[in-house]
């Protein structure tokens, strides 16, 4: 598992718990937008996870094959090459547990359904808040302490 | 020049060309990445340029393939509310009811109206961004009053 860095905050001035927590954290930002790739990049780091980015579902795939490995991956649904819910079955069939979370523009309750049956841990509508990350990470967490 | 700056920038949400997105941006910027609202800025209307050229020709093929205009829309608006666009992303919504109900009139008047919030939008956070660079950036992000 790949060791996170803290990331720095003008907003904290002490290192709390949960900075320490995060630190050992992980993601994968998997979108074809590379102002959204920007924007989740630097989202986590904030929140203290290592991040790494991809372009498209295969590029994805390729990482993990490579042998990569990440706690959290926010995955996009449409993107070329490989969309995000094939993205999302392949590596549920390699057996990947990593949280998966689709970060999606789609607002068809059927198409977002869709996308959850292909492995998905969560959905949430781009792009995703403070209040998002805050969840996940909590449930990221709580995830670890289980295990 | 700092007042004039945030003078601006509260214009920009008084006047509704922002919404709460470009605050959640802002806060995600620091000393480590002083220009971060600009660049993603920039990146989002490199973006959205081309999907701008995409509808634009699309409306120029007849008849009109509403699902693909549609679907252009879908990326648009996505695009859009992430910096928080607001204008922008109220007339891409207004385009999208178009397309659904295969109105190719309004369709058209949409589009040329949202092309006008774009520019309209594109220009005021140059000057924002060229001001805030010679200003240096504001301290705190504030929610607008």
């Known amino acids: 598992m790949m060791l996170g860095n803290c990331a720095t905050s003008s907003s904290l001035s002490t290192t ?17 937008s590379p102002m959204i790739r920007k924007l989740h990049d630097m989202h986590l780091k904030k929140f203290g996870l290592k991040v790494q980015v991809a372009e498209n579902g295969k590029n994805a ?30 590596l ?5 547990t990593s949280m998966i979370v689709g970060v999606t523009s789609l607002d068809s309750i059927f198409d977002r359904q869709a996308f959850m049956e292909a492995g998905l841990d ?25 295990n | 020049m700092r007042r004039q700056l945030a003078i601006m920038r509260q214009s920009l949400f008084d006047q509704g060309y922002l919404d709460e997105q470009f605050i959640e941006l802002e806060e995600l910027q620091d000393d480590a990445n002083p ?16 999907l701008i050229l995409n509808i634009q020709q699309a409306l120029e093929r007849k008849p ?18 992430s910096i928080g666009a607001n204008k922008v992303k109220a007339e891409s919504t207004l385009f999208r009811e178009y397309c659904r109900s295969a109105n190719a009139e309004g369709c058209l008047r ?24 010679q200003t240096g950036p504001l301290e705190t992000a504030s929610r607008p009053k």
């Open chain 2, 35 to 50: 220009n971060f609202v600009e660049e993603v800025v920039t990146l989002y209307f490199r973006d959205s340029a081309r």
């Open chain 2, 110 to 133: 949409a589009f040329q109206q949202l092309k006008k919030e774009y520019a309209t939008l594109r220009k005021k956070l140059e000057a924002y961004f060229q001001l805030a660079r």
């Open chain 1, 92 to 96: 549920r069939t390699m057996g990947v």
């Open chain 1, 122 to 146: 969560h959905c949430f509508t781009k792009p995703l808040t403070t209040e998002n990350i805050n969840f996940l990470l909590q449930e990221l967490n709580k995830n670890n302490e289980e």
């Open chain 2, 64 to 81: 009109f393939d509403f699902n693909k205009l549609d679907g252009y829309m879908h990326q648009f608006k996505g695009s859009s509310s």
């Open chain 1, 61 to 90: 795939i390729d990482l993990f094959r490579c042998g990569a490995s990440f706690n959290l991956i926010l995955m996009d649904k449409e993107m070329p090459i490989m969309d995000g819910a094939e993205a999302t079955r392949e």
């Open chain 1, 16 to 32: 709390s718990d949960e900075d320490i927590v995060n630190n050992n954290l992980t993601a994968l930002v998997v979108d074809d």
